[in-house]
C-alpha cells in the first residue's frame, strides 16, 4: 500500500543551525501539507502547498520555515535557525485532489538542545 | 473560544464493548470531518472520511456528523486491545488547506 515516507525519523540539533526534514509523498498525490506536533499537545497545521506555491500558511510558519518540492518526489520543510520550542513531531502529508483524504506519514521528531 | 473541543480521556473500556469517541466544533463553516488514529509517537492514520452531515460505516467503525449541532462522532464495535490508541478528530472548511485537530481522546481496550 503506497504510503508518506519521512526522513529522518529523528535529528537532534544545536539551538541556531538549519535542518532540512524530507517528505517523500504518495507518487500520484498533488497537495502537500506539513503540520507538527508538540509532545502532549495538538496536531497543528503549518503550511499547505499545490503546484509549486504555498496554499495557506498559519503563524508558526514564520520566515524561519520554508518548504520546496525540490524534484518531482520530495516535499522538504527547512527551518531556518532552530529554537528550543522547535522541538517536536514533524509531520508531512499528501491527497491526491484537494477534498480527498490525506495520508499522514510516520512523522520526524525533531530535538532542538 | 477553540475550534475543535474533544475529550482527552483516558478512556478505558473491556474488549468487545462499544466505544463512542465525540468531538464537538465551534466553526459552522466546517464541511469535511475526519478521524485519525494515533499509535505513541507515531504518525495520525486515517480512519475514516465524511462529507457534511450523516453517516458513513466501515467494518466495526461508524462515524457520524450532525452539523445542527457541531457534533462528530466515531463509533467502534467489539473493541479490541488493538484498537487502543488515541483517536483524533480533524475537519476541514470547504477549501480544505488545512486541517483543524482536535486534541485527541486516549483509547484503552483492556484484553
Known amino acids: 500500500e503506497p504510503e508518506v515516507t519521512q526522513t529522518p525519523s529523528h535529528q537532534v540539533t544545536q539551538m541556531g543551525q538549519e535542518v532540512i526534514l524530507r517528505c517523500v509523498p504518495i507518487s500520484n498525490h498533488l497537495y502537500f501539507y506539513w503540520y507538527r506536533q508538540i509532545l502532549g499537545q495538538k496536531v497543528e497545521f503549518l503550511v499547505s502547498f499545490y503546484n509549486n506555491e504555498i496554499s495557506e500558511k498559519s503563524e508558526i510558519f514564520d520566515d524561519q520555515f520554508s518548504v520546496e518540492r525540490p524534484d518531482g518526489s520530495n516535499f522538504t520543510l527547512k527551518i531556518r535557525s532552530t529554537k528550543l520550542e522547535d522541538s517536536a513531531m514533524y509531520f508531512c502529508?499528501?491527497?491526491?485532489?484537494?477534498?480527498?483524504?490525506?495520508?499522514f506519514g510516520q512523522g520526524t521528531r525533531l530535538t532542538v538542545v | 473560544q477553540k475550534e475543535v473541543e474533544q475529550d482527552p480521556g483516558p478512556l478505558s473500556v473491556p474488549e468487545g464493548a462499544i466505544v463512542s469517541l465525540n468531538c464537538t466544533y465551534s466553526n459552522s463553516a466546517f464541511q469535511y470531518f475526519m478521524w485519525y488514529r494515533q499509535y505513541s509517537r507515531k504518525g495520525p492514520e486515517l480512519l475514516m472520511y465524511t462529507y457534511s452531515s450523516g453517516n458513513k460505516e466501515d467494518g466495526r467503525f461508524t462515524a457520524q456528523v450532525d452539523k445542527s449541532s457541531k457534533y462528530i462522532s466515531l463509533f467502534i464495535r467489539d473493541s479490541q486491545p488493538s484498537d487502543s490508541a488515541t483517536y483524533l478528530c480533524?475537519?476541514?472548511?470547504?477549501?480544505?488547506?488545512?486541517?483543524?485537530f482536535g486534541s485527541g481522546t486516549k483509547l484503552n481496550v483492556k484484553p
Open positions: 480533524a475537519m476541514s472548511l470547504r477549501n480544505f488547506n488545512k486541517f483543524y
Open positions: 502529508a499528501s491527497s491526491v485532489d484537494r477534498q480527498a483524504e490525506a495520508f
